[in-house]
């Protein structure tokens, strides 16, 4: 009988210590097995990604075996071989130790498997209520809050909500739950604005949260946005309220950048506020939301996002916190100088403004104080959030990877 190669003996019994629930490094791995060695083994990053969860808590067996065989989702490198493992070949990538892998590696990995959770959350047979039954219902809900209100006061402002978009669809999604939908004859155009980096975060994060359009990451897209002669046109309120004016007048476009006269002209007490993300949770939207879009079409696509994932990750932000969105400081300096000129741009055009002009400016001051961590803290940020979703844990106590966690195959051997 051949006995096995002792370099995939040492992996397959590796394998099988993480999918007891083991959390030993390849590196430090010394057992090994006697029996024959499969043919393909899993992935080094499927390997280290199922390591780094068995750190964070206990697997079920169903989603380990998800992560051994899931792809890496978007451009990268394939699926890498462990060092050691195999005798070494002169074809295809180098083999690896998995614990040199970045973290952006391995999200790749758990971005699919959360895209897949996600598009599996669509259907909704039997038990709960599915997507379209819950959309149905509170349909119902705001016809019936919408005519109530319309009889007690039927003089409210008619109104479009326009300009940063992640703001505007808060706001209306707000809105039309209370039975204020928009548009009617004669509405208002409202181009909702603020300084320029919140409107520059708020487009990023408007399409981090949608699918169908790959979306580059932070420092990429603001790369491209500063050698552009203008910037996206969500976040250039003077251009969208030009385009706006040249169709229903001048006279019926407002630029807003003052919440409670915005209540007070629609006739509402108070106005929902902006969903509010860290950055690493906005970065693990725009890498789900890239592997979503290869399960699903962009429209159910943008409502899993806004309807499923950002509720979660909402509920993630406010127990562990986390920065902000922040514009690098090799950017500050055009940010201000771009906000000085949309501010000018709005004064010229003479558009009425609720609120203060001056808000539209980006301050250095402000902008240091934002400043974005770096890229390999970050990454890690993202790998602790999307392991924690992964298993289904929240709360402050939630360990991230690379934090001491249950080792489930130790607690097997002491039972």
């Not at 959360?114 to 599996?120: N, R, T």
């Not at 010229?348 to 902008?367: I, K, N, T």
């Not at 400043?371 to 924690?388: N, S």
Request: aromatic share 4%; hydrophobic share 45%.
């Amino acid at each position: 009988m051949t006995r096995p190669d002792p370099g995939a003996a040492r992996a397959t019994a590796w394998v099988t210590h993480l999918r007891a629930g083991g959390t030993t490094p390849w590196a430090a791995w010394t057992g090994t097995t006697d029996g024959p060695a499969p043919r393909v083994l899993p992935g080094a990053q499927q390997l280290e990604l199922l390591r780094r969860l068995n750190e964070v808590g206990a697997v079920p067996g169903e989603l380990a075996e998800r992560v051994l065989t899931a792809s890496a989702a978007g451009r990268g490198r394939p699926d890498l071989e462990l060092v050691g493992s195999r005798p070494p070949s002169e074809f295809g990538p180098p083999p690896v130790d998995p614990a040199d892998l970045p973290a952006e590696e391995l999200l790749r990995v758990a971005a699919l498997l959360l895209a897949e959770d996600l598009a599996s959350a669509d259907a909704g047979p039997g038990g709960d209520p599915g997507a379209d039954d819950l959309r149905r219902l509170a349909a119902d809900a705001a016809r019936r809050v919408r005519r109530r209100a319309a009889w007690r006061r039927p003089w409210r402002t008619r109104y479009r909500l326009v300009g940063d978009p992640w703001r505007a669809d808060v706001l209306r999604r707000d809105l039309v739950a209370r039975g204020r939908p928009p548009g009617g004859r004669g509405a208002l155009v409202l181009v909702v604005a603020d300084d320029l980096a919140t409107m520059l975060a708020d487009l990023w994060t408007d399409r981090c949260f949608s699918t169908g359009v790959a979306v580059p990451a932070w420092g990429t897209w603001l790369d491209s946005l500063a050698g552009a002669r203008r910037v996206a046109r969500g976040a250039d309120p003077a251009a969208v309220a030009a385009r706006w004016a040249r169709g229903v007048g001048r006279d019926r476009v407002r630029i807003v950048l003052d919440d409670r006269a915005l209540a007070e002209l629609l006739g509402v007490d108070a106005l929902a506020a902006r969903p509010v993300l860290p950055a690493h949770a906005v970065e693990l939207a725009r890498l789900v939301s890239g592997a979503l879009g290869l399960l699903v079409t962009p429209e159910p696509g943008r409502r899993l996002m806004r309807e499923v994932l950002l509720p979660r990750l909402l509920e993630q932000a406010a127990r562990t916190g986390g920065p902000p969105l922040g514009v690098p400081p090799e950017h500050h300096r055009w940010v201000h100088r771009r906000s000085l000129r949309l501010r000018d741009a709005v004064r010229a055009g003479d558009y009425p403004v609720l609120g203060q002009v001056e808000d539209l400016v980006s301050r250095p001051r402000v902008l240091a104080a934002r400043a974005p961590a770096p890229a390999a803290v970050a990454d890690e940020r993202v790998l602790a959030l999307a392991a924690d979703l992964l298993l289904g844990r929240s709360g402050p106590d939630a360990a991230g990877p690379g934090q001491a966690g249950p080792d489930r195959a130790r607690q097997e051997e002491q039972a």
